[in-house]
């Protein structure tokens, strides 16, 4: 027997086993799954539609094999998780399903629409045989491309209980039915009529197999961008995961170097981390010093220098130098391992808000099939021929068919995709909108988010007869030889005031403090006030307060001393981007409450939270902290949409009710995020908040008109009032006025942006 000790045990000893479940088309689905589960002894159970996970928990280990039966029970497919990131290569396979179904459909179904509404309507078009043609193009299609939904239509007969496919089955099977039998002689199918208007007033008369393939079309092409939109969202766990090294060279204790992989690697391991390297798990150096980026980790936009004694996280890369690390947590237990369960717990809790169409078939298909039946008793029971009592609650089926409702969702989003594009937003599903109308606090990463993400020198203060000329020369030809990330912004702007800097001999970069070395014959030192404290070097009083100034409003200054004499001072510092004070005073005029949330220190935090207009303020906040940090929102009553760009905040974005990723960020951030900007210009976030509200209350009016339709209709088919054909037709008519419905999103104005430069400096258009 497997038992859920072998998949993880919480801190508060709760066992957990998580399971992949198949099959399941809605959230009634996940329902049913759910109950099956929570059946069981000592389990507590909630299954996710979205991600087709169940998470099952237990205070005693569970028997894997007995959750995995109860949802095979259930009509559905279970297998174990992978121990990291959830396996996302059955998703293409589901979309190539359901697009080889949907092909087919369309092939067929577009001359079957075609034949029988036109020949229906205009008898005198009609050649022998024609409903056989029309019959033999529709069969494949309710039989093959239609037979998921019977699938699980049966399946879900078998458990008691109906879905949307049960009433999708069930139409497409009963407009087949009917029009054969019709078609056998029973009907007067391919015999003159009297017209359109006794179409529209005979209970029968007419085939309507286009009833049967337009059914089958629209839902498959739903259930297609539903796929597809599922497919792009779950390689956030896997973007993940690959941060990791995947083989590490081992340091044995005779000294000797062998590359094993990361896997087997153990605590208290000594292993080497050359320049370029992936570090690859959290440890402490034990030998040399070097830069460590780990803005993917922890959101410092700056480069940290560790040495001998410091804590190393693994995923963070060394750009210089050579370490000798002691492994202090492996596998599951490192920060990263700790980020993938972080985004994968926080994507599981917010996907289980079921889909607004599910919500209201679960109360809607019953009543349908409750009416039907109720009609063709009454109908029996007032005397009626069993053939017409038939018919007409055949006739309540058909028009209750759920036509509109499969494209009422997928064509809004298909809609507001394209014209979230022209503004710079791509929606990925639609979940996340049934929250978008409620945000009300709008929670902002600082480090490529509202800033580049790149540092700058920013302002240059010079010495008592120092020459700008001069200290640009000396700073940077020393630091035109270091690979640090200060270095070479000083190095920058050395080439773009007086060129090339000439090469600097005997140079020496000095780990933490700064680097130095001989240019022009003149001894140069570049680097922190410590460094220079060191040397034996003081700063003139007026330069001291220039660098305590600098060093208050969170900017990093550098030092340039020729010849034991300090010329000049550098501040480098993160700078924001151009739109991003323009994009929060957008939202605080929709009356948005904004946070800033990064893993910068204090001083810099504070620093750009003042110059935005930012009050409400969080500094230095690890990655774990940044999800509980939106979680606290939460309790208090918020509605949260956070917008990041890292590694780092994807929990964040995962937790938030509204997750908005830049595009220049890390594929883990855009895989974790609801909405990605695809431009970095901030202007758009507040396009993008009111764009996922217009398309929410385009998805509302939608579903309204599809159930508003039905339920107009279905009284009058009751009645035995609309011929099937008819009824047909004007489902058609809902669909057409859904699609036109969703189609205004793509002249959706969004308010009017100042004017703004793309990436080539070319202006743009504001948003509208």
């Given at each position: 027997m497997a038992l859920a000790s072998l998949s993880g045990t919480s801190q508060s000893g709760t066992h957990t086993v998580e399971l992949v479940v198949g099959g399941m088309t809605c959230a009634a689905c996940a329902a049913r799954v759910e109950r099956k589960l929570n059946k069981l002894d000592g389990v507590r159970a909630s299954v996710n539609f979205a991600s087709e996970q169940a998470m099952v928990h237990g205070a005693e280990p569970l028997d894997v094999d007995s959750l995995i039966a109860a949802v095979v029970k259930a009509g559905y497919t279970a297998k174990p998780a992978p121990s990291m990131a959830p396996d996302t290569e059955a998703e293409p396979d589901r979309v190539r399903f359901l697009w080889h179904r949907l092909a087919v459909a369309l092939l067929l179904g577009v001359p079957v629409a075609d034949l029988s509404f036109t020949l229906a309507l205009v008898p005198t078009l009609r050649f022998p045989y024609w409903q056989w043609v029309v019959l033999a193009?529709?069969?494949?299609?309710?039989?093959?491309?239609?037979?998921?939904?019977?699938?699980?239509?049966?399946?879900?007969?078998?458990?008691?209980?109906?879905?949307?496919?049960?009433?999708?089955?069930?139409?497409?099977?009963?407009?087949?039915?009917?029009?054969?039998?019709?078609?056998?002689?029973?009907?007067?199918?391919?015999?003159?009529?009297?017209?359109?208007?006794?179409?529209?007033?005979?209970?029968?008369?007419?085939?309507?197999?286009?009833?049967?393939?337009?059914?089958?079309?629209?839902?498959?092409?739903?259930?297609?961008?539903?796929?597809?939109?599922?497919?792009?969202?779950?390689?956030?766990?896997?973007?993940?995961?690959?941060?990791?090294?995947?083989?590490?060279?081992?340091?044995?204790?005779?000294?000797?170097?062998?590359?094993?992989?990361?896997?087997?690697?153990?605590?208290?391991?000594?292993?080497?981390?050359?320049?370029?390297?992936?570090?690859?798990t959290d440890g402490e150096v034990e030998q040399g010093d070097c830069a460590v980026d780990s803005s993917s980790m922890t959101g410092e936009s700056i480069p940290a220098e560790v040495g001998v004694g410091g804590r190393v996280l693994g995923g963070t890369v060394a750009?210089?130098?050579?370490?000798?690390?002691?492994?202090?947590?492996?596998?599951?237990?490192?920060?990263?391992?700790?980020?993938?369960?972080?985004?994968?717990?926080?994507?599981?809790?917010?996907?289980?808000?079921?889909?607004?169409?599910?919500?209201?078939?679960?109360?809607?298909?019953?009543?349908?099939?409750?009416?039907?039946?109720?009609?063709?008793?009454?109908?029996?029971?007032?005397g009626s021929p069993v053939e017409?009592?038939?018919?007409?609650?055949?006739?309540?089926?058909?028009?209750?068919?759920?036509?509109?409702?499969?494209?009422?969702?997928?064509?809004?989003?298909?809609?507001?995709?394209?014209?979230?594009?022209?503004?710079?937003?791509?929606?990925?599903?639609?979940?996340?909108l049934e929250s978008a109308r409620a945000i009300d606090t709008v929670v902002l990463d600082k480090t490529g988010t509202l800033t580049t993400g790149e540092v700058t020198v920013v302002e240059v203060r010079l010495a008592r007869n120092a020459s700008r000329e001069a200290v640009l020369r000396h700073a940077g030809a020393v630091e035109n030889a270091s690979e640090h990330a200060i270095a070479r912004a000083i190095a920058t702007l050395a080439r773009e005031e007086i060129g090339e800097p000439p090469a600097a001999e005997d140079f020496r970069g000095l780990p933490g403090l700064g680097a130095r070395g001989n240019v022009d014959g003149h001894e140069v030192l570049v680097?922190?006030?410590?460094?220079?404290?060191?040397?034996?070097?003081?700063?003139?009083?007026?330069?001291?307060?220039?660098?305590?100034?600098?060093?208050?409003?969170?900017?990093?200054?550098?030092?340039?001393?020729?010849?034991?004499i300090?010329?000049?001072?550098?501040?480098?510092?993160?700078?924001?981007?151009?739109?991003?004070?323009?994009?929060?005073?957008?939202?605080?005029?929709?009356?948005?409450?904004?946070?800033?949330?990064?893993?910068?220190?204090?001083?810099?935090?504070?620093?750009?939270?003042?110059?935005?207009?930012?009050?409400?303020?969080?500094?230095?906040?690890?990655?774990?902290?940044?999800?509980?940090?939106?979680?606290?929102?939460?309790?208090?009553?918020?509605?949260?949409?956070?917008?990041?760009?890292?590694?780092?905040?994807?929990?964040?974005?995962?937790?938030?009710?509204?997750?908005?990723?830049?595009?220049?960020?890390?594929?883990?951030?855009l895989g974790a995020a609801d909405l990605i900007l695809v431009r970095t210009d901030l202007d758009v976030v507040p396009g993008a908040i009111k764009l996922s509200r217009a398309t929410l209350r385009t998805i509302h009016g939608n579903l309204m008109w599809a159930f508003g339709y039905n339920l107009a209709a279905l009284p009058l088919a009751a009645l035995g009032l609309l011929n099937p054909l008819i009824a047909g037709a004007a489902m058609a008519l809902s669909s057409l006025f859904v699609v036109s419905n969703s189609l205004r999103l793509r002249r959706f104005d969004a308010p009017a942006a100042p004017k703004y430069g793309d990436f080539n400096g070319n202006q743009r258009a504001d948003f509208h």
């Open positions: 193009l529709t069969l494949p299609v309710v039989a093959w491309s239609a037979g998921p939904f019977h699938r699980k239509a049966l399946a879900a007969g078998r458990q008691g209980t109906s879905s949307m496919d049960t009433l999708i089955s069930l139409g497409v099977v009963a407009a087949t039915c009917w029009s054969t039998y019709t078609m056998f002689g029973h009907g007067s199918a391919g015999q003159e009529t009297d017209g359109v208007w006794g179409l529209i007033l005979r209970p029968g008369g007419s085939i309507y197999l286009d009833v049967a393939v337009g059914v089958t079309i629209f839902v498959l092409a739903g259930r297609l961008f539903e796929a597809k939109a599922k497919r792009s969202a779950g390689g956030a766990l896997h973007a993940l995961a690959s941060l990791s090294a995947k083989d590490v060279t081992l340091l044995d204790d005779a000294g000797q170097e062998r590359r094993i992989p990361v896997g087997e690697l153990r605590v208290g391991n000594r292993f080497i981390v050359r320049s370029g390297e992936t570090i690859a750009l210089g130098g050579r370490l000798i690390v002691r492994a202090v947590q492996v596998g599951s237990r490192t920060q990263l391992a700790q980020l993938v369960r972080l985004v994968e717990q926080a994507q599981h809790d917010k996907a289980a808000v079921q889909r607004l169409a599910d919500r209201v078939s679960g109360v809607f298909v019953p009543v349908v099939f409750a009416l039907a039946l109720a009609t063709f008793g009454a109908w029996f029971m007032l017409d009592a038939f018919r007409a609650g055949l006739a309540v089926l058909i028009i209750a068919c759920p036509c509109a409702l499969g494209l009422a969702t997928p064509t809004a989003l298909m809609a507001a995709s394209g014209r979230g594009a022209q503004l710079g937003v791509f929606i990925k599903g639609h979940q996340a680097g922190s006030a410590r460094l220079l404290a060191e040397s034996g070097i003081a700063l003139p009083a007026e330069l001291e307060a220039t660098r305590v100034q600098w060093e208050t409003a969170g900017r990093t200054t550098v030092a340039v001393a020729c010849d034991g300090v010329t000049g001072l550098f501040a480098v510092m993160d700078t924001l981007r151009p739109s991003a004070k323009r994009a929060v005073s957008q939202l605080h005029a929709m009356g948005l409450r904004t946070v800033l949330l990064t893993g910068d220190n204090e001083a810099t935090a504070r620093a750009v939270g003042a110059e935005l207009g930012v009050q409400d303020v969080a500094a230095q906040v690890l990655p774990a902290d940044k999800a509980a940090a939106i979680e606290r929102l939460q309790a208090d009553g918020r509605t949260v949409a956070m917008v990041g760009d890292g590694v780092n905040d994807a929990p964040a974005l995962a937790r938030a009710d509204l997750g908005l990723a830049v595009v220049t960020g890390t594929d883990v951030a």
